[in-house]
Structures are given as structure tokens and as C-alpha cells.
T-cell receptor, first 116, second 106 residues
């Protein structure tokens, strides 16, 4: 197991286009998280899943953003009609959600989005 | 509301000097608290958790519920400690502070 993996690592898109990021969590991790990080800031919470259920969404996640985890394994984050303000690193993380270390989250390397 | 505050954006410390990275929080209930570290060109990784009460790479952090603080400390800084450090808290939903860049001077 190589940890949380994200694809693509880098994406450059034109304003108004749609983009989709994929995250594969650590095997058997029940929880999956999406964060956004811009330069000089910490990871900002976007949303998280417990298995296939999306349990919480941040107000940062506008109507143009949608995240899914259809089978409780991998997840996708789609941004529609991208804007320049969407340029950021999108981080995925996962955790077991059970046991003493269940709240410890493990991060992927992130997907860089540049909107031009 | 949940909140994590790291008051220092940058902390410069000489090699061999003590380090203290500050973290204050607000939370309704009993959160878990964490310190994460990001070395240059690496992913964010867990440094330590308050419930483990362990020392990792010489770092320790004590939860002070009265002051709602979880400061990270190390008695003698090493050059390899230079990195971004993030304080985090939560139960299922985990939120992060804005981070402190620790720069160890030779």
C-alpha cells in the first residue's frame, strides 16, 4: 500500500472549463477528506465522507463543486465552470475512523490546479 | 465554533536553541489535537497526537485545557527541523491552523 494517491498531480485549465480530481485512499480507510490549500495558508476543510455518505460540506464548497464517493472507496472532486480563484492545491486525506487512532488523517500529495 | 490559531507565521531559531510553536484552539467538547509537519517537497504528515503523549523527533506537546492551548516544544533545535508546522483539531471533522514556518539558523 503506497498511501493516499491523487490524480492528476497538476492541472492547468482555462477559465470556464470543468475539472475533475480523483483520490484513492489507503485501503480499508472508512473516512475520506478533501481540503484546499493556497500559498501561505493551512489546509481548509471542504468536505468529508464516512464510507459513501458525505457527512459535512464547508460553505467554501459552492454549487460549482461536487464530491462523490460512490462505492465507499475512491472519491472524485469536480469543479464546474472554473474561476481563477479556484487555483489552489486540492488535498485528499483518509483515516480509519475507528479505534484509538481513528481520527488520524493521512494525506496525499495533492493536485495542483491552475486556472488561466 | 471550531477554530485553530497559530499566531506566528514565521519563527526563526538558532540551532541548539529551544523551540516553541504556539497553538490555541476553541472547540465545543473534547477534541483530539494534532501537530502535522510538512518538509520541503513532501506531503503533510502527522508529527504527534495529544492522546499518545509521546515524543517524536524530540518534540512534545501538552494539552492545556484551561488555556485551550497545545504548544509544540523541543529543547534543542536541529537544522532538519526546518519545515511548516500545522496544528489541527477535531473528531471526525479535522480542521487546521494556518501554519508556522520554522526556520533553523546555523
Amino acid at each position: 500500500d503506497t498511501g493516499v494517491s491523487q490524480d492528476p498531480r497538476h492541472k492547468i485549465t482555462k477559465r470556464g472549463q470543468n475539472v475533475t480530481f480523483r483520490c484513492d485512499p489507503i485501503s480499508e480507510h472508512n473516512r475520506l477528506y478533501w481540503y484546499r490549500q493556497t500559498l501561505g495558508q493551512g489546509p481548509e476543510f471542504l468536505t468529508y465522507f464516512q464510507n459513501e455518505a458525505q457527512l459535512e460540506k464547508s460553505r467554501l464548497l459552492s454549487d460549482r463543486f461536487s464530491a462523490e464517493r460512490p462505492k465507499g472507496s475512491f472519491s472524485t472532486l469536480e469543479i464546474q465552470r472554473t474561476e481563477q480563484g479556484d487555483s489552489a492545491m486540492y488535498l485528499c486525506a483518509s483515516s480509519t475512523g475507528t479505534g484509538g487512532a481513528g481520527n488520524t488523517i493521512y494525506f496525499g500529495e495533492g493536485s495542483w490546479l491552475t486556472v488561466v | 465554533a471550531q477554530r485553530v490559531t497559530q499566531p506566528e507565521k514565521l519563527l526563526s531559531v538558532f540551532k541548539g536553541a529551544p523551540v516553541e510553536l504556539k497553538c490555541n484552539y476553541s472547540y465545543s467538547g473534547s477534541p483530539e489535537l494534532f501537530w502535522y509537519v510538512q518538509y520541503s517537497r513532501q506531503r503533510l504528515q502527522l508529527l504527534l497526537r495529544h492522546i499518545s503523549r509521546e515524543s517524536i523527533k524530540g518534540f512534545t506537546a501538552d494539552l492545556n485545557k484551561g488555556e485551550t492551548s497545545f504548544h509544540l516544544k523541543k529543547p534543542f533545535a536541529q537544522e532538519e527541523d526546518s519545515a511548516m508546522y500545522y496544528c489541527a483539531l477535531g473528531r471526525a471533522k479535522i480542521i487546521f491552523g494556518k501554519g508556522t514556518r520554522l526556520h533553523i539558523l546555523p
